[in-house]
């Protein structure tokens, strides 16, 4: 009696295991958190991207990628903790488009997301005009069980300048 205690035990440790990892919010284009370094380099070669840049940043390395194809992904960083990937930055920057596309793009993507894991979290909501150069921030947090979501518009113009992006991360915790 007491062995078929432990082992159902056991077996619901696991699967309660096994639930929380499937709850996270795994990375894009088919990875796995913490995969080596390695195996996210040989992905990459094999998909023609490029790696840009390789920095140390504290107790972490970064690479800036080009060429993953998606639409208006501009670049995508590869952030590795021990050379095990704990985070992916997609940068996303649209030729051409007006403010109005990029809200609706924002809007897009936002509501997917809250769709998927749950209404996220208004993290940021800022417009600076203090200078000649008009900053907007806006920004929402997903969290799901190990990992965080973070979904970013940010905006500077000056005069006929206008640089705007929109950044989705995805974070290991």
């Known amino acids: 009696m007491r062995l078929l205690l432990m082992g159902t035990l056991l077996a619901c440790f696991f699967a309660a295991e ?28 094999a998909a023609k991207a490029r790696i840009v840049t390789r920095e140390q940043k504290q107790k972490r390395e970064v690479w800036t990628v080009e060429g993953l194809v998606q639409p208006g992904l501009k670049r995508t960083l590869f952030e590795f903790k021990e050379r095990f990937l704990v985070e992916v930055e997609l940068q996303y920057e649209y030729d051409k488009w007006t403010i109005e596309h990029y809200n609706n793009r924002m809007g897009e993507i936002r509501r997917y997301f809250d769709g998927k894991f749950g209404t996220g979290k208004l993290v940021s909501r800022t417009r600076d005009s203090d200078s000649d150069v008009l900053q907007t921030l806006v920004g929402y947090q997903w969290m799901v069980g190990g990992t965080m979501l973070e979904l970013f518009y940010f905006s500077a113009q000056r005069e006929a300048l206008v640089y705007r992006t929109i950044t989705v991360t995805y974070k290991a915790m």
């Open 18 to 45: 096994q639930s929380f990892a499937a709850e996270d919010i795994p990375p894009p284009f088919g990875f796995r958190w913490n995969d080596p370094s390695g195996k996210v380099e040989q992905v990459l070669v």
